[in-house]
């Protein structure tokens, strides 16, 4: 089982999605800042929780929880491209990236009077919102949209997203066990053969 650290800085909505998709594998949430409301979910749910301020902070949790997958969720300071390189680390944009990046999104996306958006799930990188993108999830404009009716609406599908994302990137790093006899047979053969 691969153990998950989250970060947030504040409401914390993806991190309880999250929480409620990965019980036993989130480990820890650290937050940036002491007053984030999500730091609540963390409590609630009996999971270790750190405000952290720098990188260092962050990587002695990692070490301490035995870390292998690292999701940011609303986690307002950069990482460092060392720091992305070294872990697998996740983000989640509401904008279909790579259109959209940085803040005030939403506002953005109707002032360009997009037909769709949505949100994304990527491999974060030293760089704001970039990185492989993992998964995506697209939502239509209606008319007479708000900045606040595309939050909640594309907020929805992020809740929806980041769970199926996170399973994806576990599916390609957790240890298998379910190897098929010619799996089997064809490693002892490269064994034997060396
Ligand atoms: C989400 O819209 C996420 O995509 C963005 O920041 C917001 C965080 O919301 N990166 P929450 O803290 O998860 O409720």
Do not use: W
């Amino acid at each position: 089982m691969i153990n998950i650290a989250v970060l947030i800085s504040g409401r914390g909505s993806n991190l309880l999605s999250i929480i409620k998709s990965f019980k036993e594998q989130v480990k820890v949430v650290m937050s940036s800042s002491p007053k984030a409301f999500g730091l609540r979910y963390a409590e609630e749910y009996k999971i270790p929780f750190k405000v952290i301020e720098s990188e260092g902070q962050i990587i002695d949790e990692i070490n301490k929880y035995n870390i292998g997958l690292i999701c940011m969720a609303g986690f307002m300071k950069k990482l460092t491209n060392d720091f992305t390189k070294k872990y697998k680390v996740l983000n989640i944009h509401p904008s279909l990236l790579p259109k959209y990046k940085g803040l005030n999104v939403h506002k953005q996306v109707l002032d360009n009077k997009e037909e769709y958006t949505g949100c994304t799930v990527h491999y974060a990188t030293g760089e704001l919102d970039s990185g492989e993108i993992i998964m995506q999830s697209q939502v239509k404009i209606d008319k007479g949209e708000t900045i606040e009716s595309l939050e909640r609406k594309v907020l929805n599908e992020e809740h929806k997203l980041y769970p199926k994302a996170i399973r994806k990137v576990l599916n390609t790093i957790q240890p298998r066990y379910d190897y098929t006899t010619k799996e089997i047979i064809e490693a002892m053969d490269r064994i034997n053969a060396r």
